[in-house]
């Protein structure tokens, strides 16, 4: 039990999708996170949301669209992506903001034909 | 030039061993992490400090702050121990570095 679930663990979709990835916390932080992790490249953070308000979106494509209904939950809506958009998405949560330790989930795993 | 920068990238170790991976920075931090990720992809935070020495089992993490530079220490090594360990700044946002691949050979 990692605390932060992702589904789907494995993402196949074709350029012209529509698909979402979710992301749960069961530990009751206010910071949720979204990051992209490419093959022999740092993490590179995408979004940071703290308690539901978007505090960070590091010039992120607009065919990413992050959603946080609250806490607890946060999705990353995907559409007409791009080849080298295939990567490793981590979820992660703290308590308050980039200065506390992450819990990261297993990530989703996404394959762009 | 990247912000963090660890070394080595790769590492081979037999079990038992001491290891020593290093972290070296450039900016001024408030936090420095290490992190711990294995094949399947999950990350585990090891440790935050922004000062001296913290150890958790096997594992110690220390950082100079005038030197810039953090070192993670993993004693007794253990083939689990094989995974990618991330170095990780917090200034007005959190840098990584693109992570140092050890493995422990029994």
């Known amino acids: 039990e990692t605390g932060v679930t992702q589904t789907p663990r494995h993402l196949v979709m074709g350029m012209t999708n529509k698909k979402s990835l979710k992301c749960e916390q069961h530990?009751?932080?206010?910071?949720m996170y979204w990051y992209k992790q490419s093959a022999k490249k740092p993490l590179e953070l995408m979004f940071v949301?703290?308690?539901?308000?978007?505090?960070e979106n590091n010039s992120v494509p607009s065919r990413f669209s992050p959603e946080c209904p609250n806490s607890s939950h946060l999705f990353l809506h995907l559409h007409t992506l791009q080849p080298e958009d295939s990567a490793l998405y981590l979820c992660?949560?703290?308590?308050?903001?980039?200065?506390?330790?992450?819990?990261f989930g297993d990530g989703t795993r996404l394959s762009i034909l | 030039k990247n912000e963090v920068e660890q070394s080595p990238q790769n590492l081979t170790a037999q079990e038992g061993e001491f290891i020593t991976i290093n972290c070296s920075y450039s900016v001024g931090i408030s936090a420095l992490h290490w992190l711990q990720q294995h094949p399947g992809g999950g990350i585990v935070s090891l440790f935050m400090?922004?000062?001296g020495k913290k150890k958790h089992g096997r594992l110690i993490a220390t950082i100079n702050i005038q030197e810039k530079h953090s070192s993670l220490h993993i004693t007794a090594s253990h083939p689990r121990d094989s995974a990618v360990y991330i170095c990780?700044?917090?200034?007005?946002?959190?840098?990584f570095g693109t992570g140092t691949r050890l493995q422990v050979f029994p």
């Open positions: 949301y703290n308690f539901k308000e978007q505090t």
């Open positions: 400090l922004s000062s």
């Open positions: 992660a949560s703290s308590q308050r903001g980039i200065h506390q330790p992450q819990h």
């Open positions: 990780a700044v917090t200034t007005d946002k959190l840098i």
């Open positions: 530990l009751g932080h206010n910071a």
